[in-house]
T-cell receptor, first 117, second 113 residues
Framework: AQKITQTQPGMFVQEKEAVTLDCTYDTSDPSYGLFWYKQPSSGEMIFLIYQGSYDQQNATEGRYSLNFQKARKSANLVISASQLGDSAMYFC??????????????FGGGTRLMVKP | DAGITQSPRHKVTETGTPVTLRCHQTENHRYMYWYRQDPGHGLRLIHYSYGVKDTDKGEVSDGYSVSRSKTEDFLLTLESATSSQTSVYFCAIHEGQQNYGYTFGSGTRLTVV
């Protein structure tokens, strides 16, 4: 079963409008973290925002905010005032513990966001 | 000041040949990871390292091996490349603190013909 699900393969948004990218996750670990990454057409992975499972408030970073609903196991990314440069693939990822040590990221399949002028 | 570099950036190789991809970091981070990215799958973990000579398998490790003889270098080897290993490969590093983002290299686009 997929641990991270992004149900929107592609989305359009009008420039300057807000957009929400959906992400649901599945874990039985009470301690976990959720990340969002942006991948522009150039291919690099850019870290956007992080939400810890014990964080009381939703994370915000500039125009990015994370709508964290723990009971529903969702961690949606909200981008306010979309810009043309926001056109990219967006990946939701969850931090999971590894057997030996440390952690790894498990990724969803991604959402391609296209901002229309 | 990338902190993490991958080489080569692009490679075309023939089926059955060995291929080694290199990941080099200057951050002295303990954890290093190799992921592959394929359409519809996001990124999937191949192997990871939690210290020098300490490595373990990830979700899609078949056909791959890794080595880490120095903190700064993490090598991914395809012993005998197959067409199913055509992909974009990303290396990532992580300091270890839970709320830190993982830093990714620029990726290596590998084509096996």
């Amino acid at each position: 079963a997929q641990k991270i699900t992004q149900t929107q393969p592609g989305m359009f948004v009008q420039e300057k409008e807000a957009v929400t990218l959906d992400c649901t996750y599945d874990t039985s670990d009470p301690s976990y973290g959720l990340f969002w990454y942006k991948q522009p057409s150039s291919g690099e992975m850019i870290f956007l925002i992080y939400q810890g499972s014990y964080d009381q408030q939703n994370a915000t970073e500039g125009r990015y905010s994370l709508n964290f609903q723990k009971a529903r196991k969702s961690a949606n990314l909200v981008i306010s005032a979309s810009q043309l440069g926001d056109s990219a693939m967006y990946f939701c990822a969850m931090r999971e513990a590894l057997n030996n040590a440390g952690n790894m990221l498990t990724f969803g399949g991604g959402t391609r966001l296209m901002v229309k002028p | 000041d990338a902190g993490i570099t991958q080489s080569p950036r692009h490679k075309v190789t023939e089926t059955g040949t060995p291929v080694t991809l290199r990941c080099h970091q200057t951050e002295n981070h303990r954890y290093m990871y190799w992921y592959r990215q394929d359409p519809g799958h996001g990124l999937r973990l191949i192997h990871y390292s939690y210290g020098v000579k300490d490595t373990d398998k990830g979700e899609v490790s078949d056909g791959y091996s890794v080595s880490r003889s120095k903190t700064e270098d993490f090598l991914l080897t395809l012993e005998s490349a197959t067409s199913s290993q055509t992909s974009v490969y990303f290396c990532a590093i992580h300091e270890g603190q839970q709320n830190y983002g993982y830093t990714f290299g620029s990726g290596t686009r590998l084509t096996v013909v």
